[in-house]
């Protein structure tokens, strides 16, 4: 075995095959059961814990510089550096690799490819045997070979041939049945000038797919085989620049972004056994769908608890090197008891998104995005897993049209609609067959302690009905209880009042809750009520703070629950410090919330949920723009934990991984009667969503907080909402509806007397009206909100308008003027260190400088915007100014230095999906000029 940081001698095969398993899962907690079973295959003795803590307490020794082992409830975990770990550094040069092909730079790819390759020494884990290490050596030496296969398709296509000949001979000698790699020697052979061996191992290849396996080549060998035999000229060689299509002589390239590949399928399902017919029958849809040059959508459905997901994941990750485009997954919760299941437009927006198309890009409605996403998918090879869909209506959004896609669906329908007018394919999952049950605990528990007493087996596999999801809960519980006899547990199950007697021949859903009830009861107290709690959180997921809240105790004291509810399976920690609970699991919660929980208790929990999230939203808020206008927050109640958010950073990494939660929140804000949270949250969300350019969310957002607001009457909170929702419409051109949502704004403040609310509003319809090319109308906005300001004795606004004024006199041509106000806009936000607005002003001054011809001036004004944009975070005006500064340089007559910092613009403005054509022009003119 070995470590970055040198060779560990490991004499004992147990102490290899126990390091093996940490390493497979570095940094992540191991069950003890996973390590038994890398020790045993078969038969763990009695004292299989105690050999393997002697193991653990050897390696421990002997990796004092290279890793730490840690130990954690159920098990342990292998703290490496992830820079240590070949696997891990063959995994992102891998990935980074494949982002630049996707982008179109084929000879860094085959660069960074053949570096993740060279970690390479030999084949994974070479002298470590047993039954699991050996299936994860043979998955990564798999993962290797595909990676091997991709570096000499690209080399194959930027002109290799000759050289690349024993190469592909060799692998196609290891691995005589991967066509690709026949492929790929065909061509190279032919490029080499032996043409009548490129043929001769087509007819080899087919002879033996045809006696082995009964079928022809794929459609890519037999076109590859015709253009041979044609002598087709698209197959000679070409030199890399051929290779990548150039521009018009006159018009240079523009940057090109990398296109993402999204890799979003989950885990491959732990101890997932049987389904062989379901595999081969969905392994000859796919190959069918592959020679006929179409589309593959199947529908999985099946009782709740069946395994849908299991087998749909498990098959997705089987064929996943045939879509190299990317995989997307999405949980659409289509049965989810207390929550509205995922728009189908959320999912469409999610899918862009993954495939990098900004927020503020999209289309308007539902139509318009589904169609871009088929356009994108139209020319990609994509798998997609679209999880537990509800009906026929709320997948149809989601289906790719072009021919490279497989599409797995799961629901509890049958979603004939689908199969009747989209030619899906119907798979109908049934309960496991008693021996692919008692195989499943196997996997889980080993076979050593089922042959102890087979009779009891039987009684467990038949009352658990074949539900994966039942026996799951049940070997979970014998593993939580190694000294409970197998004849103990049958005997509960048949035995206990709502237990699984009633399985064979009832509602499978009923049954599954009666696994539920006595794995529920053996929980403790404060587990069984956390458990209780967690159905009242919206979802998709919480933290550990929320979690608190929910419950009203300190974090200190909810980690262990959660850790006794992931081990017990009520819950899954599907991220470090994540949790999420199964749809069905949620659905018992609820069950129990409503027997257990005193009515009166239930208003307290949820209002301390909203505080929670309330109150660490505007902590988030504060960090990103601490010199906002203030809001008033409700009393939070005894009780609530708000997060723990020191900076910048860990506002927007608390914000993205939130969004999803407040978003339920404020969805669900008016039936749980707190919409004065619901307005708040979204003012909180607001500086987030438009730094990281979400605008079209913002719009989603804000019209959200303008209802709650609505509801209550609440005027302020009316027109913070319509003035946030302006801003939406701004920035994605939308100039008509966001003047109309900030002139209901200001007729709000009117009312209310709010002379800050009134001057804010103002600036913005200057912003809008500078937008309309109206810079004299917007002069005045800036005067009027100038003057309201001075009247209420706010400092901060009377710098923002004495900014915006100066902008606006520069475009009127009166820079000194705009020097003048700037000036003092720049004394005032430096007086109260408000850094965000001081980057405008750096802006304005840069551009009046400029336009006065003190360009040595305006170049250091611009370079203090830039450092302070960066600072915040904010994309959208470091483009503008990197802009104005390249403008410049090229006014100074460096031409090569403002090409630069445009070329910087552009790849922001590319990135926020803005029109790119104003820096492309200027771009153009000092390449071409």
């Not at 956390?530 to 997921?541: A, I, Q, W």
Request: proline letters at 5%; one cysteine or more; aromatic letters at 6%.
């Amino acid at each position: 075995m070995q470590l970055d940081r040198g060779e560990i001698p490991l004499a004992a095969s147990r102490e290899q095959r126990v390091l093996a398993a940490l390493l497979l899962d570095a940094n992540r907690v191991v069950p003890m059961s996973r390590l038994v079973e890398a020790i045993w295959d078969e038969h763990p003795p009695t004292s299989s814990v105690k050999v393997v803590r002697n193991c653990v307490s050897m390696l421990r020794r002997r990796l004092v510089t290279a890793g730490e082992i840690g130990t954690e409830s159920g098990g342990y975990v292998l703290r490496v550096p992830g820079d240590d770990i070949d696997l891990r550094v063959f995994a992102d040069r891998a990935q980074h690799g494949r982002r630049l092909a996707a982008a179109g730079e084929l000879a860094g790819a085959v660069v960074h490819l053949r570096e993740a390759l060279a970690l390479w020494r030999g084949p994974a884990f070479t002298g470590v045997t047993g039954r699991l290490i050996e299936a994860a050596a043979a998955q990564l030496n798999d993962q290797r070979r595909s990676l091997q296969e991709e570096r000499l398709s690209h080399e194959l296509t930027l002109g290799g041939g000759v050289e690349l000949v024993d190469e592909i001979a060799d692998l196609v000698a290891a691995e005589p049945l991967r066509e690709r790699a026949h492929g790929q020697l065909m061509l190279a052979l032919y490029r080499a000038g032996r043409r009548t061996e490129a043929l001769r191992a087509y007819h080899q290849v087919r002879r033996l797919l045809v006696g082995e396996l009964g079928i022809e080549p794929g459609q890519e060998l037999a076109e590859l085989h015709r253009a041979i035999l044609k002598a087709d000229p698209r197959l000679a060689p070409v030199t890399a620049p051929t290779a990548i299509s150039r521009p018009e002589p006159s018009r240079p390239a523009a940057p090109t972004p990398a296109r993402p590949v999204p890799a979003q399928l989950p885990a491959s399902p732990h101890a997932f056994t049987g389904r062989t017919a379901e595999l081969d029958g969905l392994c000859g849809l796919l190959d069918a769908a592959a020679r006929a040059g179409t589309a593959m959508v199947a529908v999985v459905s099946g009782i709740a608890g069946v395994g849908k997901t299991a087998l749909a994941v498990h098959f997705a990750r089987l064929v996943v090197d045939r879509f190299p485009d990317g995989q997307l997954h999405v949980d659409l919760r289509g049965f989810y008891p207390t929550g509205p299941p995922v728009d189908p437009g959320e999912a469409v927006r999610g899918f862009l998104a993954a495939f990098g198309v900004p927020a503020q890009q999209l289309p308007e409605g539902l139509a318009a995005q589904s169609a871009l996403l088929r356009t994108l998918l139209a020319e990609r090879r994509v798998l997609l897993v679209l999880d537990n869909a509800r009906d026929s209506t709320h997948v149809r959004p989601l289906l790719p049209g072009g021919p490279g896609c497989l599409t797995l669906i799961t629901s509890r329908s049958r979603l004939t609609g689908l199969v009747t007018t989209e030619g899906a394919h119907p798979i109908t999952l049934d309960p496991l067959p008693l021996g692919d049950a008692h195989r499943m605990l196997i996997r889980r528990l080993g076979a050593a302690r089922l042959t102890a007493d087979p009779a009891a087996v039987t009684t467990i596999t038949a009352r658990s009905a074949g539900l994966p999801l039942a026996l799951a809960i049940v070997a979970s519980r014998m593993v939580s209880h190694p000294h409970f006899s197998l004849r103990a547990i049958a005997e509960e199950l048949e035995l206990a009042h709502g237990g699984l007697e009633g399985f064979t021949g009832m509602d499978a859903e009923t049954d599954v809750r009666s696994v539920f009830s006595w794995s529920y009861r053996a929980l403790s107290g404060p587990a069984a009520r956390l458990f209780r709690l967690l159905s009242m959180h919206p979802g998709p997921d919480l933290g550990a703070v929320a979690a608190a809240s929910l419950a009203g105790v300190p974090p200190s004291r909810v980690r262990p629950l959660l850790a006794e509810l992931a081990y017990a399976h009520m819950v899954t920690e599907h991220t470090p410090g994540r949790y999420a609970m199964h749809d069905l699991l949620r659905a018992y919660a609820v069950e129990r919330t409503d027997i257990e929980e005193d009515s009166a208790e239930r208003p307290a929990v949820t209002h301390r949920m909203f505080d929670h999230y309330l109150g660490s939203a505007h902590l988030a808020d504060l960090r990103l723009h601490p010199h906002r206008d203030p809001i008033r927050l409700p009393a939070a109640v005894l009780g609530v934990t708000v997060a723990v958010i020191g900076d910048r950073e860990a506002a927007r990494a608390w914000f993205s991984q939130e969004y999803p939660v407040l978003l339920n929140l404020l969805r669900r804000a008016g039936s749980d009667g707190h919409d004065v949270h619901a307005w708040q949250l979204g003012w909180a969300m607001t500086t987030f969503l438009d730094r990281r350019g979400h605008w079209h969310d913002q719009a989603i957002v804000q019209q959200l907080a303008l209802e709650a607001a609505n509801r209550v009457r609440d005027r302020d909170g009316q027109a913070r909402a319509h003035r946030n929702i302006s801003i939406a419409h701004l920035r994605r051109g939308l100039h008509g509806e966001a003047r109309d949502h900030l002139w209901h704004a200001v007729r709000l403040y009117r009312g209310l007397g709010d002379q800050v609310g009134q001057a804010r509003t103002l600036l913005n319809l200057g912003t809008v009206a500078e937008h309309r090319s109206q810079p004299r109308l917007a002069l005045r906005y800036a005067e009027q909100a100038l003057r309201l300001f001075r009247a209420a004795g706010h400092r901060s606004g009377q710098a923002n308008a004495l900014n915006n004024a100066g902008w606006y006199h520069s475009q009127l041509g009166n820079h000194e003027l705009a020097l003048h106000h700037c000036q003092r806009a720049l004394a005032l936000h430096q007086e109260a260190g408000n850094r965000y607005w001081q980057a405008h002003t750096w802006d304005s001054l840069g551009c009046a400088y400029h336009h006065l011809g003190r360009y040595s001036e305006a170049t250091e004004c611009y370079r203090q915007a830039l450092s302070l944009w960066r600072e915040a975070g904010e994309r959208y005006y470091e483009s503008a100014t990197l802009t104005h500064l390249g403008d410049t340089h090229l006014a100074e007559g460096e031409r090569s230095a403002a090409r630069g910092v445009w070329r910087e613009a552009l790849d922001i403005v590319v990135e926020l999906g803005q029109d790119a054509g104003r820096i492309l022009d200027k771009i153009r003119t000092v390449t071409t000029g």
